[in-house]
């Protein structure tokens, strides 16, 4: 038998047990280039992406499009992590759209320091609950800053006003 293994002579029969199950674990085909691509890795690797890229709020119950969306826009994220910027592009990769208005956009001038969001569905459905939004603004808002945050519903309708014209005709009959 032909030992291929870089071991010493003089090693325990445990470490060549272990080098032998490890030799073959290598020929395992691992797909690394669909591994760490967001919109090709296996639905159930994805928290394991999502703690490879560092994505700092991860819930289970989003659907997996927005999983997918968190992890493609956390290099985005950390890169204006701190900024109001930060706290728009990561509400809007759990879709949620967002206005932020902060303190000296208001009239009369609000507490230095201070921000408000006003927060609102996407697809008219909060899937969220005020917890993990707030979880979501506390990971990527500068830390010194305060805000307080407002949550909306956004409903569409169509409103039509129709004119019908309207013939009547009476007839009275008599004895």
């Known amino acids: 038998m032909t030992d291929l293994s870089l071991l010493p002579a003089n090693s325990q029969p445990l470490e060549r047990e272990l080098a ?8 395992i085909d691992v797909p690394f280039s669909l591994i760490w691509d967001a919109d090709s890795c296996p639905i159930e690797y994805l928290p394991f992406l999502a703690y490879a890229w560092s994505v700092d709020e991860w ?13 493609r826009n956390s290099i985005s994220v ?14 809007a990769a759990i879709n949620y759209s967002t206005t932020v208005t902060e303190w000296f956009e208001t009239n009369p001038k609000g507490v230095p320091g201070t921000f408000s969001i006003s927060v ?10 005020v917890r993990q939004v707030r979880a979501v603004v506390d990971a990527v808002k500068r830390l010194s800053a305060h805000y307080s945050i407002y949550f909306g519903s956004a409903a569409y309708s169509t409103v039509a006003a129709y004119a019908v014209p309207v013939v009547a005709v009476e007839i009275t009959v008599t004895n």
């Not at 032998?20 to 020929?27: G, I, V």
């Not at 609102?120 to 609950?129: G, M």
């Open 120 to 129: 609102t569905p996407s697809n008219s459905k909060v899937t969220d609950s």
């Open 59 to 71: 819930n289970d119950n989003w659907s997996i499009e927005t999983q997918r969306n968190v992890i």
């Open 78 to 91: 950390h890169q204006r992590k701190g900024t109001l910027d930060a706290v728009k592009r990561a509400l």
């Open 20 to 27: 032998t199950f490890t030799t073959r674990l290598e020929s």
